[in-house]
């Protein structure tokens, strides 16, 4: 049993994660998307993502059942994630909208009192960090507790391992206690905070009393405070999830934690995290953090590589092959190619606008898009007519629903589906086809234990997404 966890044990000590996943991380597209976002990808890991990897180490410290703020896209992939490194139990809090750190964390405050009293700790940590030193991790949160358990606001400042512009910083004072809070520095002053010992960097995590953390909000930015009250206030149960109202949270500002309480409070204390961490915001900080090889590359996937030297080049679906070339990031996915300077890796974010302005998709999904109840990949699309592989896990169930402008041929591949088309109700079995045409209400389902595969041609004058008229749906989209 480790240290900690005896710790805890002893002072009776219960701890609740709380795990902000509301970002989308569009400096690292085309791999982050708006409906499968950083965090929930394996960029530093072959196995598990982001968002697991902050969850597995809180699971390690024997906690309470966590919480999970997120947004309403990426709810059932979250789910979905958390389920299958065991976490059966936990609240998954849906943002409305994002409004910043301040408001997510009121919420999980509220939640974290109404679930588990306000005998609790909240452990606060963003889902797209990198923690591999657990034995300093949990070093840091044992200090953390004993002040925390004093009513402090505890913030984690990570001891700086070279002079960076990229994050915050903290000038941190005795006992704990934090003098400054510094917004990114240039380069120059960077190099000053680093000579000086008497900074770190602002790590965004956190450890504090659900109550201690809304009585200072409301001390010092009442009117969020009261926007989260009433919107939680209204808020209601779908499933495993907890939906906030939507028209009462929108109302609420959105600001940082930072801004919004502890920069402003006087219970603001810091305790150094002196390992291993990393924020993985952009292309350039992954290369940072990635293994390299002999010429000082990052090569993930199917990559050749001539020599290139200094290079992050990354592969999802073919070959890359890179000859004499320096300093770039070279990322290719099934639907796009991105290629820049490495030093360049904050304007990923200019392309993505742009891609959002031309009325394109590539912003939002890859070409495999993730349902609750399975996947689809498009495969072929025209004017009048787009080609979908469909994977339906077993014993799962697409909503019953109807089309205005296109109709469809579903032919089964492998597998079983029960197809509802109007009043009949038919099982197709592999190479067995159907058909259903515009306006016709239908449904398809997987009976069976095996996941069932099938081609699906549309075809009509939109085949938009937005096309589909729901008439009931197991998943209460």
Request: net charge negative; aromatic share 8%; charged share 25%.
């Amino acid at each position: 049993m480790s240290g900690l966890v005896c710790y805890w044990r002893c002072f009776f000590v219960k701890i609740v994660p709380v795990i902000l996943s509301g970002g989308v991380g569009s400096r690292l597209w085309p791999l982050s998307r708006e409906f499968f976002a950083k965090q929930c990808l394996p960029l530093t890991d072959k196995e598990y993502s982001l968002l697991q990897q902050t969850m597995l180490r809180t699971l390690a410290l024997d906690v309470a059942a966590p919480i999970v703020v997120c947004n309403e896209d990426h709810r059932f992939l979250i789910a979905q994630q958390l389920h299958s490194i065991g976490v059966k139990k936990s609240t998954i809090l849906l943002e409305p909208n994002g409004r910043n750190t301040a408001p997510a964390i009121a919420l999980a405050a509220l939640e974290s009192i109404r679930s588990q009293s306000d005998d609790t700790l909240m452990l606060v940590l963003p889902a797209d960090h990198v923690i591999r030193d657990i034995a300093a991790f949990e070093a840091s949160i044992k200090q953390a507790v004993e002040l925390a358990n004093d009513n402090a606001l505890v913030t984690f400042g990570v001891k700086p391992t070279r002079p960076e512009t990229g994050y915050g910083h903290i000038r941190a004072g005795e006992n704990f206690s934090v003098l400054e809070f510094v917004e990114k520095p240039d380069l120059e002053k960077a190099q000053a905070y680093l000579d000086s010992g008497d900074y770190l960097w602002n790590s965004g995590m956190f450890l504090f009393r659900p109550k201690a953390f809304l009585d200072e909000l409301s001390v010092h930015r009442d009117d969020i405070f009261q926007a989260v009250h009433n919107a939680y206030q209204q808020r209601s149960e779908d499933l495993d999830f907890v939906r906030i109202d939507a028209d009462l949270f929108a109302q609420c500002p959105a600001e940082s934690i930072d801004f919004a309480v502890m920069e402003p409070t006087k219970k603001a204390k810091v305790v150094p995290y002196a390992g291993d961490w990393s924020d993985i915001g952009a292309w350039d900080t992954l290369y940072d953090y990635a293994d390299k090889d002999a010429d000082n590359n990052v090569l993930l996937g199917d990559v050749m590589s001539e020599g290139s030297s200094n290079c992050f080049i990354r592969s999802e679906s073919r070959l890359i092959a890179a000859v004499g070339v320096q300093d770039l990031v070279i990322v290719e996915t099934a639907d796009a190619v991105l290629v820049m300077d490495k030093n360049n890796a904050q304007d990923v974010k200019k392309i993505v606008k742009r891609i959002k302005a031309e009325g394109r998709e590539e912003h939002m999904y890859h070409t495999i898009v993730h349902r609750p109840w399975g996947t689809y990949q498009v495969v072929d699309a025209g004017e009048r007519h787009k080609v979908k592989r469909i994977v339906v896990k077993p014993s799962e169930k697409l909503s019953v629903q109807m089309h205005h402008h296109r109709a469809e041929h579903w032919v089964v591949v492998s597998g079983t589906a029960k197809v509802q088309i109007g009043d009949r109700e038919i099982l197709l079995t592999e190479n067995e086809s159907t058909y259903i045409p515009v306006g016709v209400i239908h449904a398809l389902e997987n009976p069976g234990k095996v996941p069932l595969e099938l081609i699906e041609v549309q075809s009509g004058s939109y085949l938009g997404e937005d096309d589909i008229v729901r008439f009931s749906d197991w998943y209460g989209r």
